[in-house]
DNA sequence: CCGAGGATGAGCGTACCT
DNA sequence: AGGTACGCTCATCCTCGG
């Protein structure tokens, strides 16, 4: 499966079509809801990975996004869903696309040797005291500008670790409240974990803006709300887009292991949100009994989200790479049995009607 | 003081892209 | 040829209850 280049998706914001040249693309039958579903996770992912996911999910034809588009950090992904794709429109106000727009403060500070414009990929891990001293040092024990070897091995190192100028000669890692903001989160809403895990639940979740973007069609199509089932919901990327985007959740139905980012969310959710949040562990756990008897009870669930564990498929783990079949990211076939589940009620629930 | 359990930090290759 | 990647492991440090 090729990869776009430049990663674009089938359309960004302010892209200019005539209605006539609208790209309104063919999704094959079996693959038309209700519900809607939206499934998401790298798109780097080792070769293959992408032909199978997307043979599961009713061979729809992946979109292959870069964050970049829409925030000032990369984040290469692929989204594979049902959604309308025709008449998307961005959440407003957009969020800064470069740097120096997202942290006008670093201007001051920026060397002009350092030619980035946007950050890389936000990841779960944050540079160490012990390299940020190191950088210092090599810095305030060279010339000024550094010497072309001292440059390329700061820059390596910012990139590397998306480092920002804080001071002369000084860089730090970015803070949690910073990636908040280039991921379109509220500010402070990982606060009261603690720093490894603010850094590891942030690093794991969705672009905002770029989610919002996709699921601004839904606005038009249930202007009453929606009945949500989230799974892998971490903390709440998807939740906090349907929000900003002004979109009601009636039902929602929240699946996450990890009991730090299921009081994340519940928090916002209590924050923001009136109507009902029911939060469950274990994807494992979901049955076709309980979904149908769920389905029956709230009518129906219109949306089934989901971005299924990518520790697997990512370049940046040098251990288990195993693609599908490692023991995380397998939990892709949970989605699409719970997706089938959810769409096979569904059907049924209409036929009685 | 002592030990268990949580938090932190340093070091760790490769596949796949341009 | 160069650059990037929603990470993992293990040792060590820290914290807290006993």
Redesign the pocket.
Known sequence: M????PMVGFNLPGDRVKPMDRYIRLLPKQAIGPPFFYY?????????VWATISSFLYDIQPEFIDSKFFCAA????CYIHNLPIDSRSPLLPFAPRTIHDAFPCTKQWWPSWDIRARF??I?????????IEHILDALANSEDPPSATVQKYVL?QC??WNLVWVGRHRVAPLEPDEIEFLLGFPKDHTRGI????RY?SL????QVHTVAYHFSVLREVFPNGMNVLSL?SEIGGAEIALHKLGIRMKTMVSVEVSKVNRSVLKTWWDQTQTWTLIDIADVKSITSDWLESTIKEIGGFDLVIG???????????????GGLEGE?SSLFYHYSRILDCVKYSSQSVMQRV
């Open positions: 090729p990869l776009p280049n998401e996770n790298v798109a780097l992912a080792p070769k293959g990369a984040r290469k992904r890389n990929c990841q779960t891990c944050r540079a160490s005291s012990a390299l390596g990139r590397k603690n720093s490894t895990e590891r690093g794991n979740s969705f892998f971005g299924s564990p990518c520790n697997n498929f990512t370049g940046s783990n040098r251990y288990h790479r995380h």
